[in-house]
Every structure is written in structure tokens, then in C-alpha cells.
């Protein structure tokens, strides 16, 4: 990952201080995600999650396969059908999430992805810790 932190580094210098600034109030995911993109290595999560927490754009959503897992059985179990995380179905899990949790959705999506991890669940009431065991039993059944 060096020759990308490096050739990163670079561009940030020849684009000058006004950049990131710029992106920082842009009111178009779509652009910030592109912009962002044009960096060596970057991809469309890496992307949204400088977006989300180090540019100030509350609705980026990165997704990955995590995500995408939630997406499917909160919000739209059709998406279990997809063979795989295609740009398509990126752009629609983000749909999903900005739909539901509106001009923050980025940090409702941070919220769900935190509270299935291990170290932070046995934070979560013990019901709903019961109804992530019994989702997640659910979830390696399917892939059987």
C-alpha cells in the first residue's frame, strides 16, 4: 500500500490546499465518491468512508459485504438474489440506507455496522443481542 499512500500524497500537493476543502462542502455524493476515486488505490468504499468521516458527507455509505448482509435482511431481502457486490448493488445498498435514515444515513449505517461486532453487541439490550444471534445463525444457514 505504500506506492498508494505515496502517489496519493503527491496528488494531494499538485491539487492544492482548496481541494479536499472543496469537497468537503460539495453537496453531490456521486462527485466527492468520484473525485475521491481518482486517487491511486481508491475505491468506491475507501471513498465513501473518507467522505463520511473526514469530509462531512453524513449520507456516504460504504458499503461491503457487511453492509450489504444488512441491507438484505432489514431493508430489502431482494438483493440476496445479486451473485455479488457489482457497482449496481453498492449503489443500491446506499439507496437503501439514504431512503430510510435521510441526510444521515452514513452514520445510521456506521450505527448497524458497529452493533453487530462482537465488542460493542453485549452493549445492546438482550433482546435485540438474541435477534442478532438468531439473524446471524440464519445467515450461515443460507450460505450452506
Known amino acids: 500500500r505504500a506506492p498508494y499512500v505515496l502517489k496519493t500524497a503527491e496528488t494531494l500537493v499538485q491539487r492544492g490546499d482548496g481541494w479536499l476543502g472543496a469537497l468537503r462542502t460539495a453537496r453531490d455524493p456521486a462527485y466527492v465518491r468520484s473525485e475521491l476515486c481518482g486517487l491511486m488505490g481508491v475505491g ?3 471513498a465513501d468512508c473518507v467522505a463520511l468521516f473526514s469530509l462531512d458527507q453524513a449520507d456516504a455509505i460504504p458499503v461491503d459485504t457487511h453492509v450489504w448482509t444488512i441491507a438484505c435482511r432489514e431493508y430489502d431481502s ?6 455479488s457486490l457489482t457497482p449496481e448493488v453498492y449503489g443500491r445498498v446506499g439507496a437503501l440506507f439514504r431512503s430510510r435514515y435521510g441526510s444521515h444515513a452514513g452514520w445510521a449505517h456506521s450505527v448497524l455496522f458497529a452493533a453487530e461486532l462482537p465488542q460493542f453487541s453485549r452493549f445492546l439490550p438482550v433482546e435485540l443481542q438474541d435477534e442478532l444471534k438468531r439473524n446471524a445463525a440464519a445467515e450461515r444457514e443460507q450460505k450452506k
Not at 78 to 83: F, G, K, P, Q, T
Open 78 to 83: 431482494s438483493l440476496r438474489s445479486c451473485a
Open 44 to 46: 468506491p468504499k475507501v
